[in-house]
């Protein structure tokens, strides 16, 4: 059986060469550009890679059922452009689908990283990831996962930490947070229908801090721990606020000026 690696990109150069060094042992690689301006396509075509084109919408996932489409082999592995995927997780890989039948996708965990260092909290991370081509349509909203339509879904152990993604972004605060407002933009159009008030304003925020700061260990990771709690916090309360905002009608607005 033959796995096909597909990866969007978008100016993806500070990582790609990296990622595609990690990836070169599958049967076939698909990068899915939303037509980059930097170096991404002239490392695409250093590996050799089958280029395929989507227009730019900002982030990947409408462009996942386009791009598994275009994939030649029937088990696609989605990889983004800063995923390093270790050789023992492309074993396990072709290892799992030549034995398990009955697999539909698997849910892989993922190793993320504040200022350098591990971040406990974020483990494990579970994406899913693998899966085969016929049975698979991605929603397309912002981060989402696929729906697998036939065989069951396994996740990989999480003590095989020797078996995660290595996510390599690393970002920056001032990274995150510009990410943050685009992403929450999309949440927002998703969440619209919910009806938030005060308590979802101040709690919803301070639970999921507790959850990656108190309950998942993320104190053990001391600053950076800290900060990336504080950001997934930060996530909820801006999304929230601008889903209330959204409601705000124009005769809201001028009611209260007109005050």
Not at 34 to 40: K, N, V
Not at 226 to 246: D, G, H, N, Q, R
Request: aromatic share 14%; with cysteine.
């Amino acid at each position: 059986m033959k796995i096909s690696v597909v990866i969007h990109t978008y100016n993806a150069e500070e990582f790609l060469d990296r990622v595609l060094e990690s990836v070169k042992g599958f049967d076939e690689i698909v990068i899915c550009d939303m037509y980059s301006t930097d170096r991404t396509l002239e490392i695409a075509n250093k590996h050799h890679c089958k280029v395929v084109f989507h227009e730019n919408v900002g982030f990947a996932d409408p462009a996942r059922t386009y791009s598994i489409s275009q994939a030649s082999h029937e088990w696609v592995f989605m990889v983004d452009a800063d995923e390093l995927v270790p050789t023992v997780l492309r074993e396990y890989l072709y290892y799992t689908i030549q034995r398990r039948p009955d697999i539909g996708g698997l849910r892989i965990p993922r190793k993320n990283y504040q200022m350098g260092r591990f971040m406990h909290s974020a483990y494990p991370d579970y994406i899913l990831r693998f899966f085969k081509k016929e049975n698979t349509i991605w929603p397309a909203t912002v981060h989402s996962q696929p729906i697998i339509e036939g065989g069951k879904i396994f996740d990989i152990p999480s003590k095989r930490k020797d078996l995660a993604f290595i996510h390599l972004s690393n970002e920056t605060i001032r990274q995150t947070i510009n990410k943050m407002n685009t992403y929450t933009d999309f949440e927002t159009e998703r969440r619209r229908h919910k009806n938030y008030g005060v308590l979802s304003l101040i709690f919803e925020p301070l639970l999921r801090f507790l959850r990656f700061y108190v309950f998942k260990g993320g104190f053990r990771d001391g600053i950076p721990g800290l900060i990336w709690a504080s950001e997934y916090a930060y996530y909820k309360f801006i999304t929230i606020a601008k889903v209330i905002e959204s409601k705000v009608t124009k005769e809201d607005w001028d009611k209260d000026l007109k005050e």
